[in-house]
């Protein structure tokens, strides 16, 4: 019998890369970061090692350092919070003034922001709380409001995580009848209810302060609904798709691939980031080995953006 070689092209790392087929690039790369008031602020957050929270001079520093950087995604944590979350939508609240010191001195560099409440509000939900209840559409026209002071302080994309139903076409009517029609959105579309959002919620102080987030953000045994929340966002006018988190949700980043043409972005959450470092044990070689794996994966999958705390390391690696 005659043996099939396929390890005929695995022999060495020239051949290997020459017939490789994906490649993570610098492009693909959006960094979050975590903004807050004051200045000379740079606490690492401890449930997430490697990642501050920074106040506006510092994150300026930040993004100066990291060269290659195409794009971010900015949340914002407030001084005081309240039961609508209105510190969210001020003009010289702590987002929109970080929005404005970023484009003055890097014109060129996209930036998007997270639109939602659940970083502003006391009940730490992404809604408007009635009875317990968090209800929606009360809370379309605060997504809205927020999206456009970001819109006004120079945004470049919007991008709505409360799973309100409605959220995308609010905000797109807004930012057209007030001339912002350039500024896009990129929807969270198919944001599954996880486990894995647990070291961000302690970044953001996000818990929900009673109950969960299981009547908006999705359930992890479906993925047909991912598609629909995908479509319906499509329709509503979302620029961009995304799919939230990434690693145990590469069938539907795969599924939104081949079904939609819109630019996919997929969401390597902090669980995601934190496992790795904790498995990584400090060792920065396997941190890149486990962290390169995930990410070519997720781009693999389809993604063509990725949000990723190692953001900033990966443009080292790639440089
Ligand atoms: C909610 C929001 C969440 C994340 C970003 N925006 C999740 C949540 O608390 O439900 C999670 C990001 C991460 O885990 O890295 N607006």
């Known amino acids: 019998m005659q043996v099939t070689r396929l390890r005929r092209l695995r022999q060495n790392s020239d051949l290997r890369d020459w017939i490789s087929q994906t490649r993570l690039g610098p492009k693909d790369i959006v960094l979050p970061y975590f903004v807050l008031e004051g200045k000379r602020v740079k606490k690492e957050i401890k449930s997430m090692p490697g990642v501050y929270h920074l106040s506006v001079d510092n994150l300026l ?126 929807a969270y579309s198919a944001k599954y209810a996880s486990s894995f959002y647990g070291p961000f919620r302690e970044a953001l102080d996000s818990h929900p302060q009673f109950g969960d987030r299981k009547s908006y953000q999705m359930d992890y045994r479906n993925s047909g609904e991912a598609l629909r929340e995908i479509k319906q966002d499509i329709n509503e006018g979302a620029d961009i798709v995304m799919v939230k988190p990434a690693l145990a949700y590469l069938d539907i980043i795969y599924r939104a691939k081949q079904k939609f043409n819109v630019p996919i972005a997929a969401y390597n959450v902090s669980g995601e980031y934190s496992m790795i470092k904790k498995l990584a044990g400090g060792d920065k070689t396997k941190e890149k080995e486990l962290a390169s794996e995930v990410l070519t994966s997720i781009k693999r999958a389809g993604a063509d953006l990725i949000i990723s705390y190692f953001g900033k390391e990966v443009l080292r690696w790639l440089a």
């Not at 014109?107 to 509000?121: M, Q, S």
């Open 61 to 186: 520093k930040d993004i100066r350092e990291a060269k290659g950087l195409r794009s971010i995604l900015l949340f914002g944590i407030p001084r005081t919070k309240d039961e609508t979350g209105s510190q969210a939508y001020r003009d010289d609240g702590v987002v929109q003034n970080a929005i404005k010191a970023i484009k003055r001195e890097f014109g060129k560099l996209i930036v998007i922001t997270d639109v939602c409440l659940c970083g502003y509000t006391t009940h730490g939900h992404c809604g408007i709380v009635k009875d317990k209840k968090i209800v929606n559409d009360e809370a379309l026209n605060l997504l809205a409001k927020i999206a456009f002071s970001h819109a006004q302080a120079g945004a470049d994309f919007v991008a709505p995580s409360a799973m309100m139903d409605g959220q995308v076409k609010a905000i797109r009517e807004i930012l057209d009848e007030n001339r912002f029609s350039d500024t896009g959105i990129l």
